[in-house]
């Protein structure tokens, strides 16, 4: 909502728009076909409405579930004790490390009324350079190192496991995992652009990731015949649902 109006959001815990909204449920519609056993997302509100949404579009019908474990008791009191309704389930992790990229002290600011107050190449530098931070902000080199150190940590050993594995995040953060993924360098991400709502899709295969950009609709079979897996899983579904 902050984006709508033109202000630095940062790690500020601001919601959806309406737009918002329909974006995650036209990206969920993608991807309602391709197997999620777990999610990854950040501990911000607007992260978790999207994998909500759009895990809710998923043909499977089954429910995320954010798990809890800031505390015994959290962790306790959330317990499912049917193992029928826990295979209906998929777990959603929050992590701050995934968070947006802090933006210090010009986060609530007007992005307008900030570039004329600093200069528009101060805080061009400041967006987008690499290693440049805001006033007590982070750096895309900053938020690349949580966010990727996460990443290796926690999510990889999913995918090793044979788990397939939804992430979502925000700009910033995906941009460093990207970064990553793609093995660009300091000055390629930062000219990277992701747009909002489109989901992008890898295959993890012996130890590497294979970009397959994104699925372009449930409506396109082929889309999802990436591997003979995913082909697979798609017929599945299809007969799940005649």
Known sequence: MWNEKNL????VDVPLTPTGVE???????????????????????????TAMLAMMQH???????????????????????SEHTRKQSVPVITAWQLNERMYGELQGLNKQETAERFGKEQVHEWRRSYDMPPPNGESLAMCADRAVTYFKDQVVPQLIAGKHVMVAAHANSLRSIIM????????????????????????????????????????????????KNLAQYRQKLDSMVQ
């Open 180 to 227: 990553h993924l793609d093995k660009l360098t300091s000055q390629e991400v930062i000219s990277l652009e992701l747009s909002t709502g489109i989901p992008m899709l890898y295959i993890f295969k012996e130890g590497e990731f294979l970009r397959r950009g994104s699925p372009a609709g449930p409506s396109e079979a082929s889309v999802y015949a990436y591997t």
């Open 8 to 11: 630095f959001t940062g790690c």
């Open 23 to 49: 974006e995650a449920i036209e990206a969920g519609k993608r991807i309602c076909n391709i197997p999620i056993d777990v999610i990854f997302t950040s501990a911000m509100i607007r992260a978790q409405m």
């Open 59 to 81: 043909r499977r019908k089954k429910v995320p579930i954010i798990t809890h474990k800031e505390s015994e008791q959290a962790h306790s009191w959330s317990q499912i004790y």
